[in-house]
């Protein structure tokens, strides 16, 4: 039984109830697994997992995972180089946060190039850019504070019509 930021655990075999600080109170659980003295709390906004021996949430950084890299709805292999057609312009990049333990609300920050941060919803994790044009794209990830290690690189091809060569040819 979840409540008040505390998790309770009974023991049908011994008939003991456990209370464990957990510090759920701004999550909502969807999920719970006890496994190995270990309790991990599926929320809205991550993993928590506390050692119920000890009562003790183990705290570790946020993970961010890309999940999946689309182009007009097609996944393209987020680990190799990749060059796109100037027609399959609409991007979209799926992420996970992985929170074990934290008690805070990670904030998700994404920057294009040189450009600023931009925040994450905290309701969504998903990034769309729509009609991108031809050109290079590299996109970096913090959590909070911390760039990951997660990042996105891409290249939009141009269409032939507007490269340089076609241009010369057409004026001559």
Request: with cysteine; proline share 2%; aromatic share 12%.
């Amino acid at each position: 039984m979840i409540a008040s930021g505390y998790a309770y655990l009974y023991d049908l075999d011994t008939e003991h109830l456990s209370k464990i600080d957990v510090n759920i109170n701004s999550y909502e659980v969807n999920d719970v697994l006890l496994k190995n003295n270990t309790l991990l709390l599926l929320t809205n906004s991550g993993i928590i997992k506390a050692d119920i021996n000890n009562s003790i949430i183990k705290k570790e950084k946020a993970i961010l995972q890309i999940t999946n890299l689309s182009a007009n709805g097609k996944s393209i292999n987020i680990n190799e180089s990749t060059n796109l057609p100037y027609n399959q312009n609409d991007i979209t990049i799926r992420f996970s946060v992985l929170d074990f333990g934290t008690s805070t609300e990670n904030n998700v920050f994404y920057k294009v190039n040189n450009d600023p941060w931009k925040k994450v919803s905290n309701e969504t994790r998903l990034i769309e850019f729509a009609s991108l044009k031809p050109g290079t794209y590299n996109i970096q990830f913090k959590i909070n504070e911390t760039i990951t290690a997660s990042t996105v690189h891409f290249k939009m091809i141009t269409p032939f019509w507007q490269s340089i060569w076609f241009m010369i040819l057409c004026f001559y």
